[in-house]
């Protein structure tokens, strides 16, 4: 444990790459769980591996439970905390941590994306320019079918205040620095933050989780997996995920 934790991780820290770290963690701790549950080995050593909490920056993260809890019950009240707000933009604060997608896709969306009978979003993502796939739990399809048709003149979900454009890309965050989140968490952020719960506390598979975050995914031979692979596993997964942050918000009732 001592030599993985000082010749592994520590170097990566040292050279101030924490996300890869983290995400090293992660795929590691996805093996060892497997193993253990296999009886291979009898404890997971990964568990007893702490990373330091990254500072505040662009992509700034809440990555614990006791966190995460009171940010979703602000953020589902936003628009009880400002009356004044935006409902559009109370809407695109929830997609974007039901969805885990990136700040510049969710704030883009089209009204064509939108497959009303399959409930999900179909899109070329940024990155990888390859067709996405996001599966939406009844908690994302319902808050997108509320506010699909406010705007009839507009080809986009989330309008601007000229009401045909797009939210600016500031919305997000200036809504979550209004919240008190200024270098705690960032819209990108919400990636890393639904990365790791979904990791460590509902124990999801990795891949699942990169196809999700429209990462590029590697079978074992080097091929990439087809954008529809495990599809009804993701929708599953983001059901499981719209459920666990619904617990939560229950838990701050």
Not at 93 to 116: A, D, H, M, N
Not at 157 to 179: C, E, P, Q
Request: glycine share 4%; with cysteine.
């Amino acid at each position: 444990m001592e030599i993985l934790e000082i010749k592994v991780f520590k170097r990566i820290i040292e050279r101030g790459a924490l996300s890869v770290a983290k995400r090293l963690k992660s795929d590691l701790n996805q093996i060892f769980k497997s193993a253990r549950k296999k009886k291979l080995i009898q404890y997971n050593p990964i568990e007893d591996i702490e990373l330091p909490k990254p500072q505040g920056g662009n992509f700034a993260a809440v990555t614990e439970e006791q966190e995460l809890a009171p940010m979703l019950n602000k953020i589902w009240n936003y628009s009880k905390l400002y009356p004044r707000c935006s409902h559009i933009t109370q809407v695109a604060l929830k997609i974007s941590v039901l969805t885990f997608q990136r700040p510049g896709e969710i704030r883009k969306l089209k009204k064509e994306y939108f497959y009303c009978e399959e409930r999900c979003f179909k899109f070329t993502a940024s990155k990888t320019k390859q067709l996405h796939i996001v599966p939406l739990s009844d908690q994302a399809f319902d808050l997108i079918d509320s506010i699909i048709d406010l705007h009839p003149y507009s080809e986009y979900i989330f309008v601007g205040r000229d009401g045909k454009t797009f939210i600016s890309d500031n919305t997000i965050n200036s809504a979550l620095k209004r919240l008190g989140y200024a270098g705690k968490q960032t819209a990108h952020g919400l990636r890393a933050t639904a990365r790791t719960m979904l990791d460590e506390i509902l124990e999801q598979r990795v891949d699942f989780i990169e196809h999700q975050l429209a990462h590029k995914v590697k079978d074992n031979n080097g091929t990439a997996y087809n954008r529809t692979k495990f599809l009804n596993n993701r929708r599953e997964m983001m059901q499981e995920w719209a459920n666990y942050l619904e617990s939560l918000l229950d838990q701050q009732q």
